[in-house]
């Protein structure tokens, strides 16, 4: 009984903690995958954040304190009839998903580092670029950031690109006898995010 309730416990950890950073687990696993419509998938989950990495870290407290308080003297009295608990119900193996709970809490801090740099192109000529704000729903991380970026960067004639998901907002530029705003939005668009308005800057 002792051993399926530690077993609980770890589950819910590890599901909380993964549920806390699945919205920006999935932009990096839709990159893997090829399928970028795919990365906005759970961006629901954002205002939930806070409140799942409460549950993983009172859920792993709890683990933690079963598996260090004292035992009284009946729970040692008894320690003879128990089986030797196995690596599962182990100390060590707590230790390993509370080190994969917290890799999984911070993921949103260094999502970006799964993605390529964006290059863009150089300017040929500077009268034909305009500039323009695309506001942006869903992004939650820097990795939401990169996926966008990663998209908008593909298209022929961009020149500057900025992209902020704590702004909500694109700020791009690009040579309009190559490329268009439709086809800025619609790149967007494709990551799974959505585009909200759009605002020419020059």
């Known amino acids: 009984m002792k051993n399926k309730k530690s077993s609980s416990l770890v589950i819910t950890s590890v599901l909380t903690a993964i549920s806390a950073s699945l919205c920006c687990i999935t932009p990096v696993l839709a990159l893997l995958a ?8 759970f961006s629901w989950l954002e205002p939930f954040r806070p409140w799942l990495i409460g549950i993983t870290v009172v859920v792993l407290s709890f683990a933690w304190y079963q598996k260090l ?14 089986e030797k608990p ?18 999984m809490l911070a993921f949103p801090f260094y999502s970006d580092t799964f993605y390529p740099e964006t290059k863009l192109s150089e300017s040929e000529n500077v009268n034909l670029e305009s500039t323009y704000e ?8 820097t990795g939401c950031e ?19 998901y704590e702004n909500a907002n694109a700020v791009v530029t690009f040579d309009e006898s190559k490329t268009d705003i439709e086809q800025v939005k ?17």
């Open 69 to 82: 308080r004292p035992r009284t003297e009946e729970e040692i009295a008894c320690v003879c009839d128990e």
């Open 134 to 141: 695309i506001n942006i729903t869903g992004m939650t991380c």
């Open 146 to 164: 990169e996926h966008v970026k990663l998209e908008i960067g593909k298209l022929p004639g961009i020149s500057g690109l900025e992209v902020s």
């Open 186 to 202: 619609s790149a967007v668009n494709k990551t799974g995010y959505k585009v909200e308005s759009v605002n020419k800057s020059k």
């Open 34 to 41: 090829g399928s970028s419509g795919v990365a906005a998938t």
């Open 86 to 103: 196995s690596f599962w119900q182990s100390k060590k193996f707590l230790g390993i998903v509370t080190v994969f709970a917290v890799i």
